[in-house]
Structure formats: structure tokens, C-alpha cells
């Protein structure tokens, strides 16, 4: 594995584990659940979380190294804020159990994007699209409320996030042939593949997790 992409795997790991330590630490504190929960707090959570991925995403390339690695943190960390919410829907034994089967699912795809020969920068355009139309059914179902159509959704962005993470591998390890700075590269890398993962791991818990009674 090249460089580049051990820098990547060690801030996403680092960006997991911000997310899940803060998501835990959250969920065991009465007083802050309160807070977040039963007002607007989480709400306003929800939309910082989108407005910082909006920031990152469109900034990354052009901040200095250290600028992307805190937005990165703060990130993960008002991330875990909202993620907390998991930890009190399921059982910790099924979160630790769908973590690893997302992981391992996870690797899997990331290795056939490192080994193909396939040109995966194609289908780029594609799971955009399949994503937009994802977002746009998810709508929908807020207002349908349809179990079936829930899980038909579940299923298909674990099929576009398990694509994305072969295609994000790729061209990582076709960024690492560039002269931009490797540092902006790998927390943008690690910044997309976090994103991969935590969307395979939220809907494939959501299919088979185990949630408190």
C-alpha cells in the first residue's frame, strides 16, 4: 500500500473513532442527552454537521494542511454529537457487531479498487446521480413512512457507498502520482472514505441491528 493511502486509512480511522467515542460518551450522560434531545440542540447539530460537510467538501483542496485536519476533527466530532442517537436505539452488542461486518465489507471493496485495472473514474457521474435519487426517495419516505420502501432504500445506498469506496480508493491511489500536497490528500481521502463507511455501517445497521426495547 502506498503512502498515501496509509496517511488516509490512519485520519479516517482517527475521524471514526472521534465519531463513535463521542457518540458512546453522549449517550451515557443523562444530562447531556437531555440537552441535545429535547429541544432544538439536535437539530441545529444536524444542519452544522451539513454545513461543515458543504464547507469541507468544496475547501478541502485549497486549506492548508493543518486547517483541513481540524475541520476534519470537528467534523467527526459534531458528528458523533448526532450519532449518539445509535447508541440509545441499539443495543451495543449489535452496534459492535455490524461495525466490524461494515468494516469487513468495507476492506473488501477497497481492495478491488486498489487492484482493478478497471477505469472507475466513469462511474463517478452514475453513483452521483443514484445518490441524488436515493436522497430524493429518503424524502419521500419521510412522509410515507413505508417500512418496505425504507428498506429497499437501505439496501440500494449500501450498493452506491460500497461502489463509492472502490471509486474513492481508486483515485486516491491515483492522487498519490500527483505533485499536490500528500497531506491535503489524505485527510480529503480520509474524509471521503469516512463518509463511505459510516453510510454502510448506519443503513446495514438499520437492516440488521438489534434495537433496544
Do not use: Q
Amino acid at each position: 500500500m502506498n503512502k498515501l493511502l496509509s496517511k488516509t486509512f490512519l485520519w479516517m480511522f482517527l475521524g471514526l473513532l472521534v465519531t463513535f467515542m463521542t457518540g458512546y460518551l453522549v449517550s451515557v450522560n443523562e444530562n447531556m442527552i437531555n440537552a441535545i434531545f429535547s429541544g432544538s440542540l439536535y437539530w441545529l447539530f444536524i444542519l452544522l454537521e451539513l454545513g461543515l460537510v458543504i464547507y469541507f467538501s468544496t475547501r478541502v483542496m485549497k486549506m492548508k494542511p493543518t486547517s483541513a485536519k481540524i475541520c476534519f476533527l470537528l467534523y467527526s466530532f459534531v458528528s458523533g454529537l448526532t450519532f449518539s442517537s445509535i447508541f440509545l436505539l441499539f443495543e451495543i452488542s449489535s452496534v459492535i457487531y455490524v461495525f466490524l461486518i461494515a468494516a469487513v465489507i468495507f476492506g473488501i471493496f477497497g481492495l478491488i479498487g486498489y487492484f482493478t485495472k478497471l477505469d472507475l473514474s466513469k462511474i463517478g457521474t452514475f453513483l452521483l446521480m443514484a445518490l441524488l435519487g436515493v436522497i430524493i426517495c429518503t424524502v419521500i419516505n419521510l412522509f410515507l413512512n413505508n417500512s418496505t420502501f425504507d428498506l429497499i432504500i437501505s439496501i440500494i445506498c449500501i450498493l452506491i457507498f460500497l461502489a463509492y469506496t472502490a471509486y474513492d480508493i481508486k483515485k486516491i491511489k491515483l492522487l498519490s502520482e500527483t505533485s499536490i500536497d500528500e497531506e491535503v490528500l489524505a485527510i480529503n481521502g480520509a474524509f471521503e472514505l469516512y463518509l463511505d463507511y459510516i453510510n454502510i455501517f448506519i443503513h446495514l445497521l438499520s437492516i440488521i441491528g438489534d434495537s433496544k426495547d
